[in-house]
């Protein structure tokens, strides 16, 4: 077997490697190949994200020549190689990123590009988007913005702000001209955050060309099977559609594998194991595709993308009439996984599947395809119906036969077909409800002759509404129809209140919801061709436009530097991150890519499958028999201390006599790969004693008084007055969903003992220089942790990642070997917690003109087992209860639920985004019971200059009337009301909806001690300076940000200054990098060493004022001490719960946003299509860094108010563990429309250089989202009669904006009783 990169014909400078594989192992995947087995060459810049084909971030390009078309073609596609079987290479050439470019030789365009438009942040998933449009380009290199988006839609990227400029560099060059700006203007000077004339142009010659050696191979011994046999698994590739019959009866129970999506995913996470794969994706039957007189008949292994190329052609060459089935495979693919999937998977493999939400078979068995299944005693001819699945996941398949092909019918005159997915996320997610919708009439009538309306989603298989068929053959396309097919819908399509999935009422709702789409859509057509009387209500109309299919734009505004500002100085400079290019080429080391130590060893965690138990027994003897099994490791294996804990120490390490959560580490398999390690690892057996109580949702602990200490509250003014001077109360509720950090890179440590004195190295993706050294029992200075780089943080490698390092620690320590982990993305859901859901209950009181007089506000969050960080999160929610308004009388309580849940923990925003939601739930409120625009009581209410928070912080400095006004002003807002009030009044099933959020956000930690940082600088004899201070770098620009105020401080050109890591043996004792301060108090730090060392130098520079700085660090001469550390700690800080009093903040940061959205009232999905956002960052340090950070706390707001849902059990087992099941915001969620302003003239006295914090304050911005959707619904009650007030919990899914729009669909589908039943999940 031969996987293989030959040198290009006109080489460009670029790596090539040819690597012969003797001995391939049908178990691996191609991503485990590159990073695992080719250790000699390092091929670690393909990442490993999902290992589930969900976040694109292991791209690859996989090139194959077929010449059976008289013809030589090539075929490029990106693939995922994380579900890339290694066997399925052959003859295939695979190139990764380091294949195109590099920084020691030359980056390619692409990779140029994404670097320089600064769209790379922590560049985990920058080689993947890097070789999605390489690949993209390769065949077609012009591309249009629509294929951009396209080729981007199986990436999962939480800050996907940047590809807009990204994607629009291409069309700038191309064919679309310039559709974006981002640029700044001071006084006379214009900058751009970025310079396209410096880009390479794209020299499609240039390209590494297909290896003419595979060429030949692939004609050597065309009829030879092929065998591969591995550890406990075969592969045979049969050379024709004979053998495979003959192999399939020989060894019926063999699985058979094309794409491998499916396969791939039941092996890696559901426990299955397949020892006989057979891989028919090269025969030719099973790929040919043949025309008849009634349809196109597909083979079975023909993929999804040549399915779409095809029934494309059909499309643009047949009468529409005949291809009314084509177009509707066409919609539901484009919806269908992300391009790298649908570059593999097959129709069979779709087929046969036979999930109960494939996209494709409701389709299929609506339009009456015919299957052809053979085996070696022949073929039958299947049609689609009700009995061709036959249970979950089963077919009326024979073991021993195979799928051999499809046949697709072309449609005729008379015959309308239209296909539906409702699924979270519009773009790359698995469906909710998916239908396949097929109407017959007789010729030249509206009598209906047949129809079939087969659902996915609806039960354990893809079934057909046959009742419902049965009872409108023969009936009027008309009104009466509809009502009658909704009631027998409604009747057939039923759902136990338990059933799998949950949603149970919602889905209900879309079957007939969208048979109403299906019906307005034929009653046009009728209309159309004279043969229905009634055409729909104009106001219908858009209840069937298409989805929103618009390019996004963008524009990016800033303050240049003052004219003049010396050209090193980059203060105020959109410079590059400067990992980008490295980032970019894949050469950016991070945790898992540092190349393995002899000897080294890997370890997999044992969890706990109970909520609340005793452990009884562990018996590891199977685990133990796995080949390559060194040691268990458990409590008693840990030197010191098991207690851990960034406050309290009220958790362990690993469990020890109990378990409090599903998902509780109980234990790791240390072993030789991490194949057997976590093989081993699901070997072993752990028996419980079950305890009650099971406490899960915060309703639970609310229930059983289930709470940490301290209960915090702040009190301002009198209630009692304030509630007696209002003229109406009101009170509400509303339920914050939590969110998982999903941070591209997984928690990773690699733990190396030095041998001697309990030294121990740790390699580690953490937030905060993990604390190990208590667990091993050996003093602190003994433990060195190093970090380079993370692939994101947001909060969760603050403090829970220390576990895992410490589990790894101890593990090096007692097989005095170094150990590596790096969990799999279900591991890190499971075990690492997340943003804290909170509970908000509210009482407010108010003035006929929505002026707020009093408020009474509890919040309960849940925090899970154990107290983390869960007291200052709750602290910060109360700190920003009042968002940015004045409220006479108040008082705020918090209350930390302790439930049965892997314990919550910080997240970007810390609490202050729930606190403000509340905030923003009220003041809503207010506005509806008023009956006033929501935007006239916010303005009311906001502070003003020189006012008081409750907790009696002044005001100074204070921006939110200034970022109001500004962002009133670009967002064109009092037109853009006009024209959503019209369009509301003409569009009765879809309703769009504006909101304007402001938010301040006060900057420090609230632990005061926290408020420090120090800094270490070198200054070498050459000139050189290695700075080290104590902030990570998580691809929040952190480094780049510190080399610019250090570059200013010594009065040197940042290229001589050089940040190689952030570690323990450099700066101690550093806080963690969070609360959006690390800029502020490292960068002090920095600056006070810098200052420090500048002044040693001052003699020398006054002695040779013409010299440069190399003639002044010859200082070193005379004996100066060229190394100087810095320390900072924030002024006037502490805050006192008890009386009230002192100061939390150092400062604030504030911003306004407008949003507005289109919401489809039928199905609950939204669009969302402008965004307007004014930042006061202060002076910014770095308007490229910044606007980054604004845009990207942005999206991932939107992702918590609208997209992202963490689903438990009753038991507490998370569901939702991967990008299948948990969508975070996709390329199509940005605003179709964003722009970015960063307030201008408004310096920061308080912080360094007059900047400001920016990486949390913006992130509830995306409120505006979520409130636009309410104004949207409400719009959309009103039609129904609903007036006011109504609750509205976060995040605003499909399923609750639908249910939200209470209509006659709704009423058919009323919710089950609660305490009937046992729901499928609940909302913790
Ligand atoms: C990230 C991701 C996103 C996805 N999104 C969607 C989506 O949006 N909609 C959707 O419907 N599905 C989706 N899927 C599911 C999957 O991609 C499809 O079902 C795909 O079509 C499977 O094709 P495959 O060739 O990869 O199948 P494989 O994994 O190779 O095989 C799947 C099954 O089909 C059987 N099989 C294959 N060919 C034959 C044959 N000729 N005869 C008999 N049995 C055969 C195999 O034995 C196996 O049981 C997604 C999967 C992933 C990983
Ligand atoms: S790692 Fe392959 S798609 Fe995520």
């Known amino acids: 077997h031969r996987c293989e990169k030959t040198p290009p014909a006109q080489p460009r400078s670029v790596f090539s490697i040819q690597i012969v594989e003797k001995n391939a192992e049908p178990e691996m995947t191609l991503l485990t190949y590159l990073r695992r087995k080719l250790l000699s060459v390092c091929l670690t810049g393909t990442k490993l994200g999902c290992a589930e084909g969900g976040c694109g971030a292991c791209t690859v390009m996989v090139s194959r020549f077929h010449s059976n078309r008289n013809a030589i073609v090539y075929l490029h596609h990106a693939v995922n190689a994380c579900l890339a079987p290694i066997c399925s290479l052959h003859h295939c050439a695979v190139t990764t990123v380091e294949g195109i470019g590099s920084v020691a030789s030359k980056v390619h365009p692409v990779q140029e590009r994404i670097a320089k438009a600064h769209g790379s942040q922590c560049g985990f998933c920058t080689p993947g988007i890097v070789m999605s449009m390489y690949a993209l380009l390769r065949n077609n290199p012009q591309p249009m913005m629509r294929d951009i988006e396209e080729a981007f839609q199986g990436m999962m990227r939480p800050m996907i702000y940047n590809m807009i400029l990204f994607s629009l560099m291409w069309q700038i060059e191309g064919c679309c001209g310039s559709r974006g700006k981002a640029g700044g203007d001071s006084t006379n000077s214009v900058q751009q955050l970025f310079d396209p004339s410096e880009f390479m142009p794209l020299d499609p010659t240039q390209e590494i060309i297909f290896p003419p050696e595979l060429m030949v191979h692939s004609h050597m011994n065309p009829d030879q099977e092929l065998r591969f046999i591995g550890e406990r698994m075969q592969w045979i590739q049969p050379s024709s559609l004979k053998e495979l019959l003959q192999l399939k009866a020989e060894y019926p129970a063999a699985k058979l594998v094309v794409g491998n999506t499916e396969v791939g995913i039941e092996m890696k996470y559901k426990n299955q194991f397949y020892p006989l794969i057979l891989a028919p994706a090269f025969i030719d039957e099973l790929n040919s595709i043949q025309y008849t007189e009634n349809g196109i008949v597909f083979g079975a292994s ?320 199977d685990a133990m028999a796995v080949p390559g099994v060194v040691t268990f490791v458990c409590a008693k294996d840990i030197p010191g201390s098991n207690k851990t804990g960034p406050v309290v120490y009220d958790e362990t390490v690993l469990a020890d006599e109990k378990v409090t959560c599903v998902g509780h580490i109980v234990g790791a398999i240390v072993a030789d790969t991490p194949a057997h390690a976590q093989r081993a690892a699901k070997a072993v057996r752990i028996s419980y004693q079950e305890l009650q109580a099971v406490i899960i949702t915060i309703q639970d602990a609310i229930a059983n008084e289930s709470f940490y200490q301290p209960t915090r509250t702040i009190e301002r003014g009198d209630l009692t007055q304030g509630f007696q001077e209002s003229d109406n109360i009101l009170q509400g509720e509303i339920h914050i969903g939590g969110q998982e950090h999903f941070y591209l890179e997984t928690n990773c440590t690699l733990a190396v003992p030095r041998g001697e004195d309990g030294e121990m190295e740790l390699f580690v993706s953490t937030q905060s220089t993990a604390l190990v050294a208590k667990a091993l029992g050996v003093p602190a200075s003994h433990i060195v942790c190093r970090v380079k780089r993370m692939g994101g943080g947001f909060g969760g490698k603050e403090t829970r990642s220390t576990i895992l390092s410490t589990i790894v620690a101890v593990a ?273 730090a920095v600056y006070n060493a810098c200052k420090t060392l500048l002044q040693r130098l001052e003699p020398y520079k006054a002695k040779n004022p013409k010299g440069f700085w190399e003639d002044w660090v010859s200082a070193y001469f005379d004996r100066v001490n060229l190394s100087a550390n810095g320390f900072y700690k924030t002024p006037d800080l502490g805050y006192d719960f008890e009386t009230n009093s002192g100061h939390p903040f150092n400062y604030f940061s504030y911003g306004v946003a407008v949003s507005e959205v289109e919401i489809d009232c039928l199905t609950g999905s939204h669009k969302n299509l402008h965004t307007s956002i004014v930042m006061d960052v202060g002076k910014s340090l770095n308007p490229a860094l910044d606007i980054g950070q604004v845009e990207g706390a942005f999206m991932q707001g939107v992702g918590l108010f609208t997209l992202e849902e963490l689903r438990y059990s009753s038991q507490g087992y998370l569901y939702t563990r991967g990008p299948g099941m948990y969508k975070i915001p996709a390329f199509g969620d940005i605003p179709t429309e964003l722009k970015v302003s960063l307030l201008r003239d408004a310096p920061n006295e308080k912080a360094i250089f007059s900047s400001k914090a920016v990486g949390e304050p913006p992130l509830f911005l995306a409120a505006s989202v979520f409130y636009a959707i309410k104004d949207a619904i409400t719009a959309a009650r009103a039609e129904s009669g609903l007036i006011g007030p109504f609750r509205l919990d976060s995040p605003a899914t499909p399923e609750r904006i639908r249910n939200a729009c209470e209509d006659k669909f709704t009423k058919l589908c009323p919710p089950p009783e609660p305490g009937t039943y046992t729901p499928w999940d609940v909302r913790v």
């Not at 779409?308 to 919609?331: C, D, M, W």
């Not at 943003?835 to 003109?849: E, I, L, M, S």
């Not at 952190?1038 to 610019?1044: D, E, F, N, P, R």
Request: aromatic residues 8%; glycine residues 8%; charged residues 20%.
């Open 812 to 1084: 090096a320590h007692k097989v005095k070997r170094a150990v590596r982990c790096m969990l799999d993305r279900d591991e890190d859901m499971l075990v690492s917690g997340g943003r804290h859901p909170f509970f908000g209950r509210y009482k407010v009181g108010f003035k006929k003109n929505g002026k707020v007089m009093a408020l009474d506000v509890t919040y309960y969050s849940n925090a899970g087992n154990s107290m983390d960080l869960s007291l200052s999160i709750m602290e910060r929610a109360l700190l920003h209860m009042d968002n940015c308004y004045n409220i006479p009388h108040v008082r705020g309580t918090g209350y930390i639920c302790r439930t049965n849940l892997p314990s919550n923990t910080a997240f970007r925003g810390f609490g202050g985004p729930q606190g403000m939601m509340v905030a923003e739930s009220w003041i809503n409120d207010v506005a509806l019971s008023c009956g006033l625009p929501a935007e006239q009581v916010r303005e009311l209410n906001l502070y003003k200059q020189g006012e008081y928070t409750p907790f009696n912080q002044c005001l100074e400095q204070f921006t939110i009337d200034r970022c109001w006004r500004e962002c009133m002003n670009i967002s064109d807002f009092h037109q853009r009301k006009a024209n959503v009030e019209l369009y509301n009044k003409q569009h009765r099933w879809t309703k769009r909806g504006l909101s304007i959020i402001p938010t301040k956000f006060g900057i420090s930690f609230t632990a005061v001690f926290l408020n420090q940082a120090g800094a270490l600088v070198h200054i070498y004899t050459d000139g050189s300076v290695l700075l080290t201070h104590g902030g990570t770098e998580m691809g929040q620009g952190l480094h780049t940000k510190m080399v610019q105020v250090a570059s200013r401080t010594l009065e040197i050109p940042s290229t001589k200054i050089f940040i190689s890591e952030t570690s323990t043996n450099t700066v101690p004792n550093t806080s963690p990098t969070a609360a959006s301060a690390s800029s502020d108090l490292n960068g002090m």
């Open 302 to 621: 023909v993929t999804l993308t040549l399915l779409g190329n095809v029934l494309h052609g059909e499309v643009n060459k047949l009468p529409s009439y005949k291809t009314e089935v084509f177009q509707a495979i066409l919609r539901q693919l484009h919806w269908f996984a992300g391009q790298q999937i649908r570059n593999v998977a097959a129709i069979g493999g779709n087929i046969m599947t036979a999930s109960p939400i494939s996209d494709l078979n409701p389709v299929f068995m609506a339009a009456g395809c015919k299957l052809t299944l053979m085996s070696k005693d022949g073929k039958r001819v299947l049609q689609m119906d009700d009995k061709f699945f036959t249970g979950y996941r089963k077919t009326a398949l024979k073991p021993e036969e195979i799928l051999l092909s499809i046949e697709i019918p072309y449609t005729r005159k008379g015959q309308y077909f239209s296909a539906f997915k409702q699924s979270p996320r519009k773009e790359d997610d698995i469906a909710i409800v998916t239908c396949g919708m097929n109407v017959v009439f007789w010729e030249g009538s509206n009598i209906v002759q047949d129809i079939q309306l087969s659902y996915g989603g609806m039960a354990s298989t893809t079934v057909l509404a046959t009742t419902t068929r049965s009872q409108l053959i023969g009936r009027q396309w008309d009104e009466e129809m509809l009502q009658d097919a909704c009631s027998y819908l409604t009747e057939e399509m039923t759902l136990s209140p338990s059933a799998p999935g949950g949603m149970v009422a919602y889905r209900r709702t879309l079957t007939i919801s969208l048979f109403f789409k299906f019906f307005l859509t034929v009653q046009h057509k009728l209309a159309q061709e004279h043969l229905s009387t009634e055409d729909i209500r104009p106001d219908y109309a858009s209840a069937v436009a298409p989805s929103h299919l618009d390019s996004a734009t963008s524009i990016q505004l800033f303050q240049a530097v003052p004219p003049g500002q010396n050209m090193d100085d980059v203060i105020g400079r959109p410079i590059m991150h400067l990992s980008a290019v490295k980032q970019a080429t894949g050469e950016a080391v991070y945790c898992d890519d540092i190349p393995c130590y002899k000897n080294e060893l890997y370890l997999a965690l044992v969890t706990s499958t109970k909520p609340h138990a005793y452990i009884k027994s562990i018996d590891t003897t």
